[in-house]
């Protein structure tokens, strides 16, 4: 299986971007959605943070309140570490699960930290989408109702632009609009067919 990572910076607009490709048919493994699914009630995680944190940390429905996991973990390299190791192997788990599972011509892995942890090593090429920091200060605070100075310290404490752009094979210039970045999208995804049939022969 030839697999695609993509990842961005908050508000680069990787999402419109993994739409794209699901509207062509390729599947797109979500470490963000996966992130929600292994902290659901019932799940071990869950319970290993509401341990930790204190019973404050679930709302009135037992699920995850994770406007204030974020605001603890961003203020606390500790904690925000302690959180890691828990997440992170099993959302690599079912990261490899899903991929495995997938069965389109390529298969798509959008992680927000595919480039910080050793989710990288599952694919064969990597898609930068990107944008300029400023745009995304504005994308973010129109979208998630953050003040400037939060979504400033959630992008210093994500690798920096310069070096995300190092890693990459390919750059999705995403300033401009949603047509352009389609079309942008469907020259890509005509190469990646190609690379994913050449790996199959």
Same mark, same amino acid.
């Given at each position: 299986m030839y697999v695609v990572g993509i990842t961005g910076g908050i508000g680069s607009g990787k999402s419109a971007a993994t739409e794209r490709f699901e509207s062509l048919g390729i599947t797109v493994v979500d470490a963000d959605v996966i992130s929600r699914i292994i902290v659901e009630p019932g799940r071990p995680a869950l319970a290993a943070i509401a341990d930790h944190f204190g019973e404050d940390i679930l709302q009135s429905d037992g699920t995850l309140d994770r406007a204030r996991l974020r605001t603890?973990?961003?203020?606390?390299?500790?904690?925000?570490?302690?959180?890691? =190791? +828990? *997440?992170?192997?099993?959302?690599?788990?079912?990261?490899?699960? =899903? +991929? *495995?599972?997938a069965k389109s011509p390529y298969v798509m892995l959008s992680s927000p930290l595919l480039l910080e942890t050793s989710q990288a090593q599952l694919t064969d090429l990597v898609i930068v989408v990107d944008v300029p920091v400023d745009v995304q200060v504005q994308r973010t605070m129109a979208r998630d109702d953050n003040d400037e100075a939060q979504v400033r310290r959630i992008i210093d404490a994500q690798m920096p632009r310069k070096d995300r752009l190092a890693r990459a094979d390919i750059v999705i210039d995403n300033n401009q609009s949603l047509a352009a970045l389609g079309e942008s999208i469907n020259h890509i995804h005509a190469t990646l067919l190609s690379k994913a049939e050449a790996k199959e022969h």
């Open positions: 603890l973990v961003f203020n606390s390299p500790e904690e925000r570490s302690w959180l890691e =190791q +828990l *997440t992170h192997p099993l959302i690599g788990e079912e990261i490899v699960t =899903q +991929l *495995t599972a």
